[in-house]
């Protein structure tokens, strides 16, 4: 099994910036692509982005797009999340997930991935 740890959450003012990180346990994944989903309170768990085994590809969802870039050491086992000119909007907890080998649907899709980190708290203040 993997198990996947998020770290570097916090609070941060209007403007500033985070770098979330993502730390598989005990194996690699390499050959997996991993994704970032966030839920904020009383909204439903949201897609932010993912990136291919290889680090070919990315995909973002819109709100985040030329401020976020996800990225990944394979060889550290790790996936990053670098969150620049945050806003209030992107308050929420923050969620690592690795997709299932194999699985066929749309990769924004939650039902798509197979382990989950326990989240790390993003705080943005205005």
């Known amino acids: 099994q993997v198990q996947l740890v998020e770290s570097g959450g916090g609070l941060v003012q209007a403007g500033g910036s985070l770098r979330l990180s993502c730390a598989a346990s005990g194996r690699t994944i390499s050959s997996n692509t991993m994704g970032w989903f966030r839920q904020a309170p009383g909204k439903e768990r949201e897609f932010v982005a993912c990136i291919t085994w290889n680090g070919g590809s990315t995909y973002y969802t819109d709100s985040v797009k030329g401020r976020f870039t996800i990225s990944r050491d394979n060889a550290k086992n790790t996936v990053y999340l670098q969150m620049n000119s945050l806003k209030p909007e992107d308050t929420a907890v923050y969620y690592c997930?690795?997709?299932?080998?194999?699985?066929?649907?749309?990769?924004?899709?939650?039902?798509?991935?197979?382990?989950w980190g326990q989240g790390t708290q993003v705080t943005v203040s205005s």
């Open positions: 997930a690795r997709r299932a080998f194999g699985s066929s649907g749309p990769y924004y899709l939650h039902q798509m991935y197979d382990y």
